[in-house]
């Protein structure tokens, strides 16, 4: 079992960045594809991004290309999200995942995202 823990969410201006990080234990994560994923108040939970096994291949919504950039570090077990050009729209919940074939079956805690306008 992958155990996922999501941290360097906080409040930003609009505009601004963040970095996320997914540190995972128990497992490598090296045999999981990794997806990050967001819940903003009253909303489903929606993907924002994923990333292969070896980090090749890397997808993202249509909200988030362009501003934002998943990697991963292997060696270090952790899975990063680069936000820039923050909105206020993007203020959510940012929770990390992994899985495989798209289908993600562990899942992190989250961390909270507050973009102030």
């Known amino acids: 079992q992958v155990q996922l823990v999501e941290s360097g969410g906080g409040l930003v201006q609009a505009g601004g960045s963040l970095r996320l990080s997914c540190a995972a234990s128990?497992?490598?994560?090296?045999?999981?594809?990794m997806g990050w994923f967001r819940q903003a108040p009253g909303k489903e939970r929606e993907f924002v991004a994923d990333?292969?096994?070896?980090?090749?291949?890397?997808s993202y919504a249509d909200s988030a290309k362009g501003r934002f950039i998943i990697s991963r570090d292997n060696a270090k077990n952790t899975v990063y999200l680069q936000m820039n050009s923050l909105k206020s729209e993007d203020t959510a919940v940012y929770y990390c995942?992994?899985?495989?074939?798209?289908?993600?079956?562990?899942w992190g805690h989250g961390t909270q995202v507050t973009v102030s306008s």
């Open positions: 990333i292969n096994l070896n980090g090749g291949i890397t």
């Open positions: 128990r497992r490598t994560i090296s045999n999981y594809g």
């Open positions: 995942a992994a899985g495989s074939y798209g289908l993600y079956k562990y």
